[in-house]
Each structure stands twice: as C-alpha cells, then as structure tokens.
C-alpha cells in the first residue's frame, strides 16, 4: 500500500539531546514538508522540500534541521537549540503543482 | 500574509444535530480551500477541497462552499454521527506557480474539536 509512514509513534529524549524524526513515503511524491501541532495553535511549517538535495526553511524552523538525500525520505533532528521541542510533529507529501497533501501517522515528541 | 480562522471550540453535539463550523480566510488571489480531520492520535486525512470559487467540495456526508464575496469556507453535516468526533482544520494553499515558491503550503487555522454524544 502507497503511503507515508513515520516512526517512532513515541519517542522520549532528554533535554539537551539531538533526535531525529523519520519520514519515509512510497506515494513517489516530489516535495515533502514538516510540521509542528501544539494543542490549540494547528499546525505550523518547520521546513519543506520540493526536489531531492533542495530544502526550505518555514515558519518555525529555528532548533530544526532537515535532509533530502532521497525522494522517499525526509528526516527531521530536532536539535538542543529548540527552546520547546515537546509536539507533535507531523510529516506531509504532495505532488508538485497539485495543491493537495497527504499526511503521515504522526511522532510524538516528549522531552523530559 | 495568509491566514485561517475557525470558530472556537469545542464543539459538542449529540447524534443527528446538524453540524457548522466556520471558517474564514484572508489570502491574495485565488487560494485552494480544504478540511481536513483528524482523529485521536493520528495525522490529518484530507476531508474535502474545493479550488475555485463558488466550488463545493463533499465527502462523507460534509459540504463546504468556496465563497469569495465574504472569504469563507463553512464546513456542513446534516446529521453527525458518535464516529464523527475529530478535530477539524480548515487551511488554504497558496496559488500554484510553477514560477514561484509557493507550490501548494498549507496555511492551517487552529482546529475545532467535535465531540458527538449518542
């Protein structure tokens, strides 16, 4: 089955620690992107990539850094500079030039 | 910039009520109009969508109409069901250009939380 999965569901890190979140997508999607839901506040762009080896930042992506060395994948490290690393964070695909995107399962993040 | 904006939550409503959450939005030209929803601890699955104005998208029961005269996207069931209960998004996608940067962002409003009683 075509689709986008993300792994760990929960992951747990203490503070000061880097973690990477995985991204991983079978739909043979060019551009992927990154975001953070927080409770109440939706979600917000951490960063987004339209081609493999091209990336841009978001809204919020100060603390993050990203990698697009395949099509299928797209990483995310949260680093020790995210003031507030503790989210959801949600991984998306889409089409370029079909306005629609396709989500994964999900990771939360808990910093203890 | 672009922005969404949804009617506070929560929602709570019992079986078969008829079900409106609002939506408006401020975007230059012309933007794609979605809901999305999302269930208790999963990612978002797209709703519905509707690309130009005066479009109504629909799917499971749910309608929402793209009017531009008042920039809104009003998401609609006539009768909500227990397994309705989700959190609803309602975004915009910048126009697509194949000459620009926007290539599709979403722009999210801050979701409404239903919750359906039987």
């Known amino acids: 089955d075509g689709g986008i999965t993300q792994s760990p569901k929960y992951l747990f890190r203490k503070e000061g620690q880097n973690v990477t979140l995985s991204c991983e997508q079978n739909l043979n999607h060019d551009a992927m992107y990154w975001y953070r839901q927080d409770p109440g506040q939706g979600l917000r762009l951490i960063y987004y990539?339209?081609?493999?080896?091209?990336?841009q930042k978001g809204d919020i992506a100060e603390g993050y850094s990203v990698s697009r060395e395949k099509k299928e994948s797209f990483p995310l490290t949260v680093t020790s500079a995210q003031k507030n690393p503790t989210a959801f964070y949600l991984c998306a695909s889409s089409i370029p030039l079909v306005n629609e995107q396709f989500f994964g399962p999900g990771t939360r993040l808990t910093v203890l | 910039g672009n922005s969404v904006t949804q009617m506070e939550g929560p929602v709570t409503l019992s079986e078969e009520a008829f079900l409106t959450i609002n939506c408006t939005y401020t975007a230059t030209g012309y933007p794609s109009l979605f809901w999305y929803v999302q269930y208790p601890g999963e990612g978002l699955q797209l709703l519905l969508k509707?690309?130009?104005?005066?479009d109504k998208g629909s799917n499971k029961g749910f309608e929402a109409t793209y009017r531009k005269e008042t920039t809104s996207f009003h998401l609609e069931k006539g009768s909500v069901q227990v397994s309705d209960s989700a959190v609803y998004f309602c975004?915009?996608?910048?126009?697509?250009?194949?000459?620009?940067?926007?290539?599709?962002?979403?722009?999210f409003g801050q979701g409404t939380i239903l919750t359906v009683h039987p």
């Open positions: 990539s339209q081609i493999v080896n091209d990336f």
């Open positions: 509707a690309t130009k104005a005066d």
């Open positions: 975004a915009l996608s910048d126009p697509l250009n194949a000459g620009g940067t926007s290539y599709g962002k979403l722009t």
